[in-house]
């Protein structure tokens, strides 16, 4: 359940997916700033863990593989589809560092 008080961004979370999606350049620059904690959407945290195995697998990122990944957590691929049209990869790294910035946030109210 999503707790609407909770420090986190749909289409932030939305965009950066995406973009790790269709761009391999946004991929191999930023993968290594990001974990699944940086995704406070249970979805996302799932299309995020698909992306990273692929990755870690050295096999192409696409709507395709991902989609075949993604069967394992039993995803709809309508929504790796849509993902890959709302990608923006020319703020990417201002996207992780908001993601990033999110996490901590909500690292901090656990912790109070």
């Known amino acids: 359940m999503v707790n609407e008080s909770t420090p986190y961004n749909e289409k932030v979370e939305r965009n950066v997916l995406g973009a790790l999606i269709t761009s391999e350049r946004a991929l191999v620059n930023n993968i290594q700033f990001l974990s699944e904690d940086c995704f406070y959407l249970f979805n996302n945290k799932k299309i995020f863990n698909a992306i990273i195995s692929l990755f870690n697998k050295n096999q192409n990122i696409n709507i395709l593989s991902l989609e075949n990944e993604l069967k394992k ?7 790796v589809i849509d ?15 908001i993601l990033k910035e999110y996490k901590i946030r909500r690292e901090l109210i656990i912790l109070s």
């Open 73 to 79: 957590y039993k995803k709809a691929s309508e929504e």
């Open 83 to 97: 993902l890959s049209s709302e990608a923006s990869v020319y703020n990417i790294q201002e996207l992780v560092f």
